[in-house]
């Protein structure tokens, strides 16, 4: 049984940081990322790492600011949030693809862990 597991939500300043975790088990996957949704708004994607963890792909609106990696012996996924900002306030979920190498569809991932809430107070 696939289960997906993140960690690391909480509430922080304006240009503060945070790490989230994602922890994976039950099997091995091509790719892993993290999305988010704020209130109001449509599930967007933030970012992606392939198997190796050699290759990345971010969201334009976090590129510079949020760094994804992956420890495979630990079967844990991150997602270092620098240089907060308010509109980086959702809650945000880790996935996993089966078959995909580094997809930023929604559509392209099959497991979904429950999300965790960021808030970034300005």
């Known amino acids: 049984q696939v289960q997906l597991v993140e960690s690391g939500g909480g509430s922080v300043q304006a240009g503060g940081s945070l790490r989230l975790s994602c922890a994976a088990s039950g099997r091995t996957f091509s790719a892993m990322g993290w999305f988010r949704q704020a209130p109001g708004k449509e599930r967007e994607f933030v970012a992606a790492?392939?198997?190796?963890?050699?290759?990345?792909l971010y969201a334009d609106s976090v590129k510079g600011r949020f760094t994804i990696s992956r420890d495979n012996a630990k079967n844990t996924m991150y997602l270092q949030m620098n240089s907060l900002r308010p509109e980086d306030t959702a809650a945000y979920y880790c996935?996993?693809?089966?078959?995909?190498?580094?997809?930023?569809?929604?559509?392209?991932?099959?497991?979904w862990g429950q999300g965790t809430q960021v808030t970034v107070a300005s």
């Open positions: 996935a996993a693809s089966r078959y995909y190498l580094l997809p930023s569809s929604q559509r392209n991932y099959n497991y």
């Open positions: 790492i392939n198997w190796s963890g050699g290759s990345t």
